[in-house]
């Protein structure tokens, strides 16, 4: 089991700020496209991703446990 942690846009388009996903042993671009495709998360893709509090990109492979941070652009003035 991993935890999925939503920052901004994404946590008030899914009305939560935290999905448990079963998803060991896949990496971000797969947890992306078979686990969060179904929430239609605005700007997921730009967002910068986390795991386990260090940065990491879509290649990352998940092991259980883990914790998953996805974090959008930042605009305001």
Not at 54 to 76: K, M, R
Request: net charge negative; glycine share 6%.
């Amino acid at each position: 089991m991993i935890n999925v942690l939503l920052f901004a846009e994404l946590q008030e388009s899914l009305g939560r700020d935290k999905l448990s996903i079963e998803a060991a042993g896949i990496s971000i671009k797969e947890l992306k496209e078979k686990h969060l495709q179904a929430y239609e998360l605005p700007n997921l893709d730009q967002a910068m991703i986390a795991v386990n509090e260090e940065y990491a990109d879509e290649t990352t492979v998940l092991e259980d446990g883990d914790v998953v941070a996805f974090i959008p652009p930042v605009s305001g003035g």
